[in-house]
């Protein structure tokens, strides 16, 4: 049964690049969550979709991140332009909504230089 | 509003010695209550959860968590720590359902260290 994907595990850019991340969530789960990991502000929800729609983007820091989830299967976090404080851990999760816990990848390290 | 407090950064066992991660949660809902455990450069793992069913919860692993709804506890614990669970752990307060994002929040993680 295979879990959530993510591409790339890791991404080494320099400022100013677009970065595009990837997830493929569990078949059958309706909720995915692309959330962003760092030491100094820990695990942060930036956005999070039902049945494909978009809920809630408040936590997506400014208008250089955006996401889509073009159907049940895919979705992408895109940052333009990257810039060096965007390095970070990303994570992506999916959950079968309600008050099922949430399946979490194994993130995409960025580093942008 | 939700909160979820975990209140220690760090705790340290030796191996083959009892494990007890506290979080201290608030919610204006009835919430479900999770932990995870991150080891490293993975995603996060769910241990257990708790959703209003039995206090006494039992997870992966070994470990068990008891809700107690006076003390707002959800406290983790295990009989005997393995050195494989030396990793990260996050409580995890939900609302009833996904309505806004602000009613899934995060702890801010307790880091478990095992000695030999």
């Known amino acids: 049964d295979a879990g959530v994907i993510q591409s790339p595990r890791h991404e080494v850019t320099e400022m100013g690049q677009e970065v595009t991340l990837r997830c493929k969530p569990i078949?059958?789960?309706?909720?995915l969550f692309w959330y962003r990991q760092t030491m100094m502000r820990g695990l942060e929800l930036l956005i999070y979709?039902?049945?494909?729609?978009?809920?809630?983007d408040s936590g997506m820091p400014e208008d250089r991140f955006s996401a889509k989830m073009p159907n049940a299967s895919f979705s992408t976090l895109k940052i333009q332009p990257s810039e060096p404080r965007d390095s970070a851990v990303y994570f992506c999760?999916?959950?079968?909504?309600?008050?099922?816990?949430?399946?979490f990848g194994d993130g995409t390290r960025l580093s942008i230089l | 509003a939700q909160s979820v407090t975990q209140l220690d950064s760090h705790v340290s066992v030796s191996e083959g010695t009892p494990v007890l991660l506290r979080c201290n949660y608030s919610s204006s809902y009835s919430p479900s209550l999770f932990w995870y455990v991150q080891h490293p450069n993975k995603g996060l793992q769910l241990l257990l959860k708790y959703t209003s069913a039995a206090t006494l919860v039992k997870g992966i692993n070994g470990f068990e968590a008891e809700f107690k709804k006076s003390e707002t506890s959800f406290h983790l614990t295990k009989p005997s720590a393995h050195m494989s669970d030396a990793a990260e752990y996050f409580c995890?307060?939900?609302?009833?359902?996904?309505?806004?994002?602000?009613?899934?929040?995060f702890g801010s993680g307790t880091r478990l260290s095992i000695r030999p």
């Open positions: 979709f039902n049945n494909n729609v978009p809920i809630d």
């Open positions: 999760a999916s959950s079968n909504g309600g008050r099922e816990p949430q399946h």
């Open positions: 995890v307060v939900s609302a009833e359902s996904y309505s806004s994002a602000s009613k899934i929040i």
């Open positions: 078949s059958g789960h309706d909720y």
